[in-house]
């Protein structure tokens, strides 16, 4: 049964509160959009505390970013825009500052290795963006290009920014900033320890065939 758009506004309120509640954004910060068809998107509104969110400060925008209901829409609507423009399955994104994740956001980093399964099984990967002047057009062709270079990739960490991660639904991309998070504190615990253990090449291999549907025993070997 396809959701009415009312319904829709109360997921993105709902996903408000469970960010701020656990402490994956605060204050005004953060921005949340689902997209309601080719041409209608709903984002939240300008300014507001998206732990404190009503329907009322969610704004229905075109994909040009013309309000078509509402108040003014998230300074970073342009980089959602992007997102719904460079991927068809995209229908939710969620931009955040989690602690943790901000501040590797904020430093050099690489997920060219990976050491968790769940970071390809969850997040599909993580890209990273260069540096861009924030709600400048710097941020959406950033956005575009690195998702053009990662087709597969559902979570971009924004350089010296925060991060966005893109769902079928508002509740995955919720979902995927959670997990992100999570990855970055363990990933944090395991450098301080200075023996990260990263998956080799045939260990990934496995795993990206489990992501492509494959019978987990058939992976490996069978059971003997």
């Given at each position: 049964?396809?959701?009415?758009e ?10 408000g509160?469970?960010?701020y ?15 309601l ?7 939240t ?10 329907p ?21 609507i ?20 989690p602690?943790?994740?901000t ?5 050099e980093?690489?997920?060219?290795k990976?050491a ?41 960490l ?6 966005l991660?893109i ?20 990933n944090?615990?395991s ?6 253990r990263?998956?080799d ?11 492509k ?10 059971i003997?």
């Amino acid at each position: 049964m396809c959701k009415t758009e009312m319904q829709h506004k109360e997921e993105i309120v709902e996903a408000g509160r469970f960010l701020y509640d656990k402490g994956l954004l605060v204050g005004t910060d953060g921005n949340i959009s689902i997209r309601l068809s080719e041409q209608e998107v709903l984002i939240t509104a300008s300014g507001f505390c998206k732990g404190r969110l009503t329907p009322e400060q969610v704004t229905k925008v075109d994909m040009e970013g013309h309000v078509l209901e509402g108040r003014k829409p998230a300074r970073d609507i342009r980089m959602h825009l992007a997102v719904y423009r460079e991927c068809e399955e995209a229908k939710a994104v969620v931009h955040a500052h989690p602690p943790v994740t901000t501040g590797y956001a904020m430093s050099e980093v690489s997920f060219a290795k990976t050491a968790l399964p769940e970071v390809l099984f969850a997040l599909k990967g993580i890209a990273v963006t260069e540096y861009t002047t924030p709600t400048t057009i710097e941020v959406p062709r950033e956005v575009s290009r690195v998702m053009t270079e990662n087709p597969k990739c559902r979570t971009i960490l924004l350089a010296n920014h925060g991060a966005l991660t893109i769902g079928s639904d508002v509740s995955e991309a919720f979902y995927m900033m959670e997990t992100l998070e999570m990855f970055l504190k363990a990933n944090l615990v395991s450098t301080l320890l200075g023996n990260t253990r990263y998956l080799d090449e045939a260990q990934m291999e496995k795993v990206n065939r489990l992501i492509k549907g494959e019978d987990p025993d058939s992976v490996i070997g069978g059971i003997r």
